[in-house]
């Protein structure tokens, strides 16, 4: 029994600091972040000139925006197993992308454009590694 006369199993039951609902919210929240910030880079390249390193002739940012879109949209349907698929394929090329820019603006071989003198390759591969973790912890929470 605890000071309230409750039995300790029913009193911890009851607390919840993190459910599936509150990790789906972040990994949405993150998603629109994400979209937002690569949109913005989507219209300078497309207004003011080239700013994204090229990926197979494209620019890199299209292929981040579109990673990040769909797996927005697939975090929106937390247990459909296709959702599962769109989402992880998506995040997991985002990530890969952004890896592979990160690791070419360290060793100097392309430039990513910047925002507040930080490399959006680096913001994209935090945000991407980032929600691929959180849904994976998500994922082991009871339902």
Known sequence: MDRR???RERFRKNITLVSRERLTGVIVGM???GVLLTAWLVISQLFRGPTCPDLFGIPACFAVLGGYVLATGA???PDSRRAAVVFYAS?????VIAIWFSYCEASGTASCP???GLPMCFTSLLGAATMIGVDL?????PQ
């Not at 995040?91 to 990530?95: F, I, K, N, P, R």
């Not at 912890?137 to 929470?141: K, M």
């Open 91 to 95: 995040t997991g090329a985002t990530l």
């Open 5 to 7: 006369g409750l039995p």
């Open 75 to 77: 975090a929106w349907f």
């Open 114 to 116: 910047t925002f507040e």
């Open 137 to 141: 912890v998500r994922r082991r929470l």
């Open 31 to 33: 998603g629109c972040i």
